[in-house]
């Protein structure tokens, strides 16, 4: 019988399972959980899975490249169904981690995105249970992914950013709550400073987690409602 190692134990065997084997598996095309991504191409991220014609298909971000600061980009396709692992109808299309390093630190960002070809109250809702439960699972991914290579010298921050990019408004936003108030910041243009945008959460790791949130707008719904391109410097600004 073949010995798995744990921890500790063995930590420069094959067999080592925390260190080797289970980061292998989640980086492994097989699984399609993780996706490494190349800067020099483009971000594409699948919503409505009927495709239904007048619904938000998939949007692209693009300029990856565009920033020099950035050293490493993981997708993690967080609807991506593995039995143990999931966290079923309740979750965000992907999570982003995109590594940043700057002259004193590395910042890694984690940007949870959210398609929606409309919104309402209820959906807004949606989105806000959709990024708790994804900043609780990503803390646990988090621990299998290496990024001590880069963190020996400087410290690594992370940011946790949440994301919703949208074709219309169904009805009226009225919910004066959490993410409802902020998207109500959004429309009326109160975003003035950054508490304006942050959204506050319980973690398995903090009863006040802060979360930068941004609402995107299909900038052409109307000729084209299917899809919309935007920049990652729109994500990290």
């Known amino acids: 019988m073949k010995k798995i190692y744990l921890i500790n134990n063995q930590p420069n065997s094959d067999n080592s399972l925390l260190k080797k084997l289970f980061p292998k598996a989640?980086?492994?095309?097989?699984?399609?959980?993780?996706?490494?991504?190349?800067?020099?191409?483009?971000?594409?991220?699948?919503?409505?899975?009927?495709?239904?014609?007048?619904?938000?298909?998939?949007?692209v971000i693009n300029g990856l490249d565009e920033n020099e600061s950035i050293r490493e980009v993981l997708k993690i396709n967080l609807e991506k169904d593995i039995e143990g692992i999931s966290t079923k109808h309740k979750t965000p299309e992907v999570a982003l981690l995109i590594l940043q390093e700057f002259d004193n630190s590395f910042k890694l960002n984690v940007i949870l995105i959210e398609l929606k070809s409309t919104l309402d109250n209820k959906k807004v809702k949606d989105c806000e249970d959709k990024f708790r439960?994804?900043?609780?699972?990503?803390?646990?991914?988090?621990?299998?992914?290496?990024?001590?290579?880069?963190?020996?010298?400087?410290?690594?921050?992370?940011?946790?950013?949440?994301?919703?990019?949208?074709?219309?408004?169904?009805?009226?936003?009225?919910?004066?709550?959490?993410?409802?108030?902020?998207?109500?910041?959004?429309?009326?243009?109160?975003?003035?400073?950054?508490?304006?945008?942050?959204?506050?959460?319980?973690?398995?790791?903090?009863?006040?987690?802060?979360?930068?949130?941004?609402?995107?707008?299909?900038?052409?719904?109307?000729?084209q409602k299917n899809s919309f391109h935007i920049s990652l410097k729109d994500l990290l600004s």
């Open 26 to 59: 989640l980086l492994s095309a097989g699984l399609g959980l993780v996706d490494e991504v190349d800067l020099d191409t483009e971000i594409k991220i699948d919503g409505d899975t009927k495709k239904r014609p007048d619904e938000l298909h998939y949007v």
């Open 133 to 223: 439960c994804a900043i609780n699972r990503m803390y646990m991914l988090l621990h299998f992914f290496d990024y001590e290579r880069y963190g020996r010298a400087k410290n690594i921050y992370i940011e946790f950013k949440g994301i919703v990019m949208y074709n219309n408004i169904m009805t009226d936003i009225n919910d004066e709550s959490g993410l409802g108030k902020i998207f109500l910041n959004y429309q009326s243009n109160m975003i003035n400073q950054k508490r304006d945008s942050t959204l506050s959460l319980v973690s398995i790791i903090s009863d006040n987690e802060k979360v930068a949130v941004k609402f995107f707008a299909n900038p052409d719904q109307e000729k």
